[in-house]
Every structure is written in structure tokens, then in C-alpha cells.
């Protein structure tokens, strides 16, 4: 199995642009989570899906932060404008059931806004 | 809520023992345990279930106290493979499953040789 699959790894941009992350979940799984990590603030979800469709956005820190997930294996994550402290890394995760609600990282994708 | 871990920080030698915990102040359907190296993405450990289910790596052990919603993860005859940060996450008992986790900040374990 090639995993969950993030692109860009590394995206560096300047204060105001729109930045765009990218997520391929593993085949077959239902649920998708984005996450982001800071020294400051630690692993923190932004958003969840199940079956294509959001389900908790509460973690989205402001509306230049939007997630989407158009069919079961691609999601997206865009930030416009950025701004510094939007600099962090941010991890997909899929996984399979309900129950144990396992879940894969992919590599993540860094972010730094200047 | 966060859950809190303790200790933050641990430093041992090759083949000794670490218990690392973790405490939630709300009532936990989950505790997920996830361990990170420098640079790289969690990978998951083991999962404790409500009512004792449990799914996790041969070699790993923890334990989830329901009623003190507590768990505490056991690494035993630690060996350098073992150093990096390790992260619980929980599920709180009302998402009843499959939901996105709340991570503590984090244990950082160094094995020294």
C-alpha cells in the first residue's frame, strides 16, 4: 500500500497568497482528518470527513482556512490569505472504521509563511 | 479539552523501563497512543476501547482506566528504536468512535546506549 500521500512536502510563500495542500487518502478508508502542528499549540485537528462529507469543522481557526473532499480519494485544505502564523506542518490522516478509528499520517506538508 | 501527559521529558538507558500517562478530564469512549520521530509523521501504536478492546503492536502494552479516565502506555527493555515523542490522543465518550482526536502535548523519551 502506498499510505496516505501529501503534496506539496514543503511550501514556502509570502504573507497573502493562497496556499493550496493536497491529500490522498489510503483506498478504501472512509474517514479523513486534517491536522496541524506547532511547538506552540501541539497536534490539533481542523476538520474530519466521513464518506466525502465534512463533519466537524469546529477546529478550522478562522474563514480564510477551507476544507474540501470532491470524491473518496482526494482532499484539499486552502488557506487564502496566509499569513506567518499560519506556518506549521499539516498532517492528512485516513483511516478505516468506526471503531477503532485507526489512522494513518501521511508525511505532512510544511508550511512557512513570510 | 487537552489531555495532559506526564512526564513531559524522559531519559534512560538501553534496556530499562518508561511508563508514560495520560488524563483526561472528560468521560473517553478511546485512547489513542502515536509515536513521532524528529521530522517525521505519528504512527500509531495502539488503540484502547471503552470496555477493554484494545488493538495495538505486539511489543507495546498500555492500559485504560474507564472510571479515572486515565491510560498509561508501557515500554519495556527499551531499546534506541523506542527514543522520540509519544502522544496520546483521546475520543471523548459522546462522538461514540471514528472521530478526530484531541492530542496531548507530548512525552519526549531519549534512550541513551
Known amino acids: 500500500d502506498a499510505g496516505v500521500i501529501q503534496s506539496p512536502r514543503h511550501e514556502v510563500t509570502e504573507m497573502g497568497q493562497e496556499v493550496t495542500l493536497r491529500c490522498k487518502p489510503i483506498s478504501g478508508h472512509d474517514y479523513l482528518f486534517w491536522y496541524r502542528q506547532t511547538m506552540m499549540r501541539g497536534l490539533e485537528l481542523l476538520i474530519y470527513f466521513n464518506n466525502n462529507v465534512p463533519i466537524d469543522d469546529s477546529g478550522m481557526p478562522e474563514d480564510r482556512f477551507s476544507a474540501k473532499m470532491p470524491n473518496a480519494s482526494f482532499s484539499t485544505l486552502k488557506i487564502q490569505p496566509s499569513e506567518p502564523r499560519d506556518s506549521a506542518v499539516y498532517f492528512c490522516?485516513?483511516?478505516?472504521?468506526?471503531?477503532?478509528?485507526?489512522?494513518?499520517f501521511g508525511p505532512g506538508t510544511r508550511l512557512t509563511v513570510l | 479539552q487537552q489531555p495532559v501527559q506526564s512526564p513531559q521529558a524522559v531519559i534512560l538507558r538501553e534496556g530499562e523501563d518508561a511508563v508514560i500517562n495520560c488524563s483526561s478530564s472528560?468521560?473517553?469512549?478511546?485512547v489513542h497512543w502515536y509515536r513521532q520521530k524528529h521530522g517525521e509523521a505519528p504512527v500509531f501504536l495502539m488503540i484502547l476501547l471503552k470496555g477493554g478492546e484494545q488493538k495495538g503492536h505486539e511489543k507495546i502494552s498500555a492500559s485504560f482506566n474507564e472510571k479515572k479516565q486515565q491510560s498509561s502506555l508501557y515500554l519495556t527493555a527499551s531499546q534506541l528504536s523506542y527514543s522520540g515523542t509519544y502522544f496520546c490522543?483521546?475520543?471523548?465518550?459522546?462522538?461514540?468512535?471514528?472521530?478526530?482526536?484531541?492530542f496531548g502535548k507530548g512525552t519526549h523519551l531519549i534512550i541513551q546506549p
Open positions: 490522516a485516513s483511516s478505516l472504521d468506526r471503531e477503532y478509528n485507526e489512522q494513518f
Open positions: 472528560k468521560a473517553l469512549y478511546s
Open positions: 490522543g483521546t475520543e471523548n465518550e459522546d462522538g461514540g468512535g471514528a472521530d478526530g482526536l484531541t
